[in-house]
């Protein structure tokens, strides 16, 4: 498991903008896609990516994006959907 700064210094070298959104939640802006990760006591725990433009559908029970477990599995998605 990675710590919250690592990961959000990981964020940074691809060129991703951080922003803290929330107490304990920091959103990432690539080009294609955004990573929201979640901090809990120091540790990043819940990477969930996004491509931009795509959202949640409640009536159909939709929830656009992906979890990933790493911050790694996160960027590399976030990069493959440059390609999308």
């Known amino acids: 498991m990675a710590?919250?700064?690592n990961a959000i210094?990981?964020?940074?070298k691809t060129g991703a903008?951080?922003?803290k959104t929330a107490w304990n939640k920091y959103t990432a802006q690539m080009k294609a896609a955004r990573i929201e990760v979640i901090d809990q006591d120091g540790d990043a725990i819940n990477f969930y990516v996004i491509k931009n433009g795509a959202q949640d559908s409640l009536v159909e029970d939709y929830f656009a994006g992906s979890f990933r477990s790493n911050v790694k599995q996160a960027i590399e998605l976030a990069e493959r959907m440059e390609t999308w």
Do not use: A, H, I, P
């Open 3 to 5: 710590t919250t700064v």
């Open 9 to 12: 210094k990981r964020l940074e």
């Open 17 to 19: 903008k951080v922003t």
